[in-house]
């Protein structure tokens, strides 16, 4: 603008901060969590305690068994095979009705595993805001690629605004005033983590990309998303449709024997689905899919089988060159690969990003005002004060609330993920509605203190359930339950302390001045 | 002042979105790739070029001129985009 480029960045940075910085810090928050979804499922589900050592042969045996016994005749049958980090074995079929019957065992004793939203609520909160179901709506992942951007550009305007950047980083004035300390917090964790906040925004537009710019789609494929979606499954799911009549009674190679093909192909326990269409007919047809937790690519390598001859009809593992790109980002930002370090790596860059947010957005409000005079500019300040404490302590209240939930709604209740999801936001609302009742100050305080709380007793919790109490998951070496109960143990003394911290300090930014009175 | 927001922040959204709108459906048309594989291309490239417009669109001096150059190049390669073979 007219003041120069460093200031018209400055101004870009911090008033796109404000307007977004809340819902930003809400899908870091929820992207960091899910970084954990599996491990916060195994952690809800009393069947998978005690599970000991995963039998990936033994699970896919009680797999075919399970489906002999509950659907002999049906002509489809799926089943997909538990890894480490989902022990869930799920065998679905296809009834007379022509409708998918699901059902999700546990792998090593068959006993039918709680339905659960489990992790998967922050997973769709950070991609679509909870709001799209199924392939029908899209407003969710819309808004979510608006967010993105907003993210990107106030990330970039960053950048430019500090041409000091790397002697920022060594700066930490904590005994200086509280404004610039605070300033320094929000450097240090902006500039450390950088590479990670650019990364992990960038890839997400990966996933959805064709959501978000489809001109190429609307040229070359006349608008047709859908023939596009075929075409870059290569071919997936088309060539595993069921003939309108099944083929005459036919012998059928041995099931073992398809397996073995299909490992040649894929790799030794490279398997990890199985689709069979149409058994003991000439038409049998075998589909077996690999696993994308051994590499980090996400789409998943193909072998399609005739049942009858065991001859090779599909084999995709390859693929074109940016579909290899793509799918490669996609699967830097979804984590399966590298290990448990690595999901330490992304959970605390992300967490770091959201407090990047949080530092920046009060900040900003806290120096607008001290200089603010114009009524509108106070009011528009004041309701970013509400927005920033519901968002980033209401939050945390409403996720911890929902980790509760998970854990003490009754375990038969019918619909219970629509429950679960309804604990979360009801308790985001309503500490919302409290929030904005009291004053500011009062409100943030009172939200942490009871999150911490709330946190440090979670471990209780196990104590209600069979096998789920903390001294046996230790002992067990289950590392996702007891890890879940540890890690928000900690989270909740951490978090204690600094609210402590905040009381004991007076601290005007965070609160604003209202436990210690502004001069003036 | 308002007024100038209200275009700078048009130009960083709008104005950037319709012009990559329209550079990626130009170039799916010269692209000498798999019609599948030019989608991916156009749809990543869309991403840092939207912002490096937004940056520009607050960063230039007049933003008329920036506006200018956004319409004065969306309008032509939407043409070649969209011309009917």
């Known amino acids: 603008m007219k003041e120069g480029f460093?200031?018209?960045?400055?101004?870009?940075?911090?008033?796109?901060?404000?307007?977004?910085?809340?819902?930003?810090?809400?899908?870091?928050?929820?992207?960091?969590?899910?970084?954990?979804?599996?491990?916060?499922?195994?952690?809800?589900?009393?069947?998978?305690?005690?599970?000991?050592?995963?039998?990936?042969?033994?699970?896919?045996?009680?797999?075919?068994?399970?489906?002999?016994?509950?659907a002999p005749e049906s002509r489809q049958w799926r089943i997909s095979l538990p890894s480490e980090r989902e022990p869930v074995?799920?065998?679905?079929?296809?009834?007379?009705?022509?409708?998918?019957?699901?059902?999700?065992?546990?792998?090593?004793?068959?006993?039918?595993?709680?339905?659960?939203?489990?992790?998967?609520?922050?997973?769709?909160?950070?991609?679509?805001?909870?709001?799209?179901?199924?392939?029908?709506?899209?407003v969710g992942r819309w808004l979510i690629g608006v967010l993105g951007f907003a993210m990107l550009v106030i990330l970039v305007s960053g950048v430019f605004i500090h041409r000091r950047l790397w002697r920022d980083l060594f700066v930490f004035r904590p005994a200086s005033s509280r404004q610039r300390s605070w300033t320094d917090v929000?450097?240090?964790?902006?500039?450390?983590?950088?590479?990670?906040?650019?990364?992990?925004?960038?890839?997400?537009?990966?996933?959805?990309?064709?959501?978000?710019?489809?001109?190429?789609?609307?040229?070359?494929?006349?608008?047709?998303?859908?023939?596009?979606?075929?075409?870059?499954?290569?071919?997936?799911?088309?060539?595993?449709?069921?003939?309108?009549?099944?083929?005459?009674?036919?012998?059928?190679?041995?099931?073992?024997?398809?397996?073995?093909?299909?490992?040649?192909?894929?790799g030794q326990?490279?398997?990890?689905?199985?689709?069979?269409?149409?058994?003991?007919?000439?038409?049998?047809?075998?589909?077996?899919?690999?696993?994308?937790?051994?590499?980090?690519?996400?789409?998943?390598?193909?072998v399609v089988l005739s049942g009858v001859t065991g001859e090779v009809l599909t084999e995709v593992t390859s693929r074109p060159p940016l579909f290899a790109t793509q799918s490669v980002m996609v699967g830097i930002h979804y984590v399966l690969f590298g290990g448990a370090p690595m999901r330490w790596l992304y959970f605390s860059c992300g967490l770091a990003g959201a407090g990047m947010i949080a530092t920046g957005t009060l900040l900003f409000v806290h120096k607008r005002r001290a200089t603010a005079?114009?009524?509108?500019?106070?009011?528009?300040?004041?309701?970013?004060?509400?927005?920033?404490?519901?968002?980033?302590?209401?939050?945390?209240?409403?996720?911890?609330?929902?980790?509760?939930?998970?854990?003490?709604?009754?375990?038969?209740?019918?619909?219970?993920?629509?429950?679960?999801?309804?604990?979360?936001?009801?308790?985001?609302?309503?500490?919302?509605l409290y929030a904005t009742l009291r004053p500011v100050a009062r409100a943030w305080i009172e939200l942490l203190t009871a999150t911490s709380l709330l946190c440090l007793a979670l471990p209780a919790s196990g104590w209600l359930l069979p096998g789920s109490d903390l001294p046996t998951t230790l002992r067990q070496g289950d590392l996702a339950t007891a890890g879940v109960d540890l890690v928000t143990f900690a989270a909740g003394l951490g978090l204690a302390l600094f609210t402590a911290y905040l009381i004991r300090r007076r601290d005007t930014v965070l609160v604003l001045g209202k436990l210690a009175p502004r001069p003036g | 002042m308002t007024f100038e927001i209200l275009a700078r922040t048009g130009a960083a959204t709008v104005g950037g979105y319709l012009f990559c709108y329209a550079a990626a459906a130009a170039a799916s048309r010269v692209l000498p790739l798999l019609r599948s594989e030019v989608v991916i291309l156009t749809a990543f490239a869309a991403v840092p070029a939207m912002v490096a417009i937004a940056i520009w669109a607050f960063g230039c001096r007049s933003i008329l001129r920036t506006w200018g150059v956004l319409i004065g190049g969306a309008i032509p390669l939407y043409v070649i985009g969209m011309w009917p073979l």
């Not at chain 1, 870091?28 to 042969?57: H, M, Y």
């Not at chain 1, 038409?283 to 690519?297: C, H, Y």
């Not at chain 1, 519901?390 to 009754?410: D, F, K, Q």
């Open chain 1, 373 to 432: 005079r114009s009524v509108p500019e106070r009011r528009l300040l004041t309701i970013a004060e509400h927005v920033n404490v519901i968002a980033m302590a209401g939050l945390p209240l409403a996720s911890i609330v929902y980790m509760w939930g998970l854990r003490l709604l009754p375990q038969p209740l019918a619909d219970r993920p629509h429950w679960e999801i309804s604990v979360f936001f009801y308790t985001w609302l309503l500490s919302g």
């Open chain 1, 269 to 302: 326990d490279g398997v990890s689905s199985i689709t069979l269409l149409d058994r003991g007919r000439e038409t049998a047809v075998a589909e077996f899919r690999g696993r994308r937790d051994d590499r980090i690519a996400q789409q998943m390598d193909r």
């Open chain 1, 6 to 70: 460093t200031q018209s960045m400055a101004f870009l940075h911090s008033w796109a901060g404000l307007l977004f910085g809340g819902v930003l810090f809400s899908i870091f928050f929820c992207g960091s969590l899910s970084v954990f979804r599996p491990e916060i499922d195994i952690w809800a589900t009393p069947q998978l305690q005690g599970r000991g050592e995963l039998n990936r042969a033994a699970a896919l045996a009680r797999g075919l068994s399970l489906l002999e016994q509950e």
């Open chain 1, 89 to 138: 074995l799920q065998v679905s079929w296809q009834d007379d009705n022509g409708a998918t019957r699901t059902r999700r065992v546990a792998p090593h004793n068959g006993e039918a595993v709680l339905a659960t939203e489990g992790g998967r609520l922050f997973a769709r909160y950070h991609h679509r805001l909870s709001i799209d179901d199924g392939r029908t709506s899209r």
């Open chain 1, 186 to 266: 929000h450097n240090v964790m902006s500039v450390l983590a950088l590479p990670f906040h650019l990364v992990i925004v960038c890839t997400g537009f990966a996933v959805n990309y064709w959501i978000y710019m489809p001109a190429a789609i609307d040229t070359l494929y006349q608008g047709d998303w859908r023939t596009y979606r075929a075409d870059v499954g290569q071919g997936a799911g088309n060539d595993m449709r069921l003939a309108d009549v099944p083929g005459a009674p036919s012998d059928n190679l041995a099931f073992a024997a398809l397996m073995q093909r299909a490992e040649a192909v894929l």
